[in-house]
């Protein structure tokens, strides 16, 4: 568990140190009589969106994707556990299999997804077959990117979905009547 650990906070204490060094690069190279221009952002991210932000179990979603969107798509649950959904066929090994191949999905424009049915590769070490994903209710973020497995979200188009782990109140009205 701590090798897994320390495996994890290596990059992010990599990403801390280039951005600290950057930092030190820039104020060095710049002269004080020189203003230094504010960072402007050129990219945005492809818009990722579902008309149901508040789904109950065994209800179906739609996701929408502006193209050109990235080739990898994951879902994280309550809990913080990860689900690869979308990656490429060569990365299939056993029984752990995309809900659609990178190949494809990068054309497609939505997918969507069971909230009872659906099973996604859980990403731990010897788990080799696909896991439900919706068993907790609480926030799921669906995230969308070329690299999911980073602490910098900037790169990545992130769309929360809230879940309630039964099924929805039927909406009879139940008024009493009087006589």
Same mark, same amino acid.
């Not at 179990?57 to 979308?86: C, N, R, S, W």
């Not at 999905?105 to 439900?132: C, W």
């Given at each position: 568990m701590f090798v897994m650990k320390? /495996?994890?906070? /290596?990059?992010?204490? %990599?990403?801390?140190?280039?951005?600290?060094?950057?930092?030190?690069?820039?104020? $060095?190279?710049?002269?004080?009589?020189?203003?230094?221009?504010?960072?402007?952002?050129? +990219?945005?991210?492809?818009?990722?969106?579902? +008309?149901?932000?508040?789904?109950?179990?065994?209800?179906?979603?739609?996701?929408? !994707? +502006?193209?050109?969107?990235?080739?990898?798509? %994951?879902? #994280? $649950?309550? $809990? %913080?556990? !990860?689900?690869?959904?979308? !990656?490429?066929? +060569?990365?299939?090994?056993?029984?752990?299999?995309?809900? #659609?191949?990178?190949?494809?999905?990068?054309?497609?424009?939505?997918?969507? /997804?069971?909230?009872?049915? !659906?099973?996604?590769?859980?990403?731990?070490?010897?788990?080799? @077959?696909?896991q439900p994903v919706f068993q907790k209710q609480?926030?799921?973020? #669906?995230?969308?990117?070329?690299?999911?497995?980073?602490?910098? @979200?900037?790169?990545?188009?992130?769309?929360?979905?809230?879940?309630?782990?039964?099924?929805?109140?039927?909406?009879?009205?139940?008024?009493? #009547?009087?006589?």
């Amino acid at each position: 568990m701590f090798v897994m650990k320390l /495996i994890l906070a /290596i990059p992010a204490a %990599g990403l801390l140190l280039s951005g600290t060094l950057r930092s030190l690069q820039h104020t $060095d190279a710049t002269p004080a009589s020189q203003p230094i221009a504010p960072a402007t952002v050129v +990219e945005t991210q492809p818009r990722m969106w579902t +008309e149901k932000e508040y789904l109950y179990k065994g209800e179906t979603f739609e996701l929408h !994707f +502006e193209l050109p969107h990235a080739q990898y798509l %994951g879902i #994280v $649950d309550p $809990d %913080g556990k !990860f689900f690869y959904v979308v !990656f490429p066929a +060569e990365n299939a090994v056993g029984k752990l299999t995309p809900l #659609v191949t990178s190949e494809q999905f990068v054309s497609m424009k939505s997918l969507k /997804i069971n909230t009872q049915t !659906f099973k996604a590769d859980p990403y731990i070490y010897g788990v080799l @077959e696909n896991q439900p994903v919706f068993q907790k209710q609480g926030v799921y973020r #669906v995230v969308l990117g070329e690299d999911l497995h980073t602490d910098d @979200e900037s790169g990545l188009t992130v769309l929360r979905i809230h879940y309630t782990n039964s099924k929805r109140p039927s909406s009879q009205n139940t008024s009493i #009547v009087s006589l």
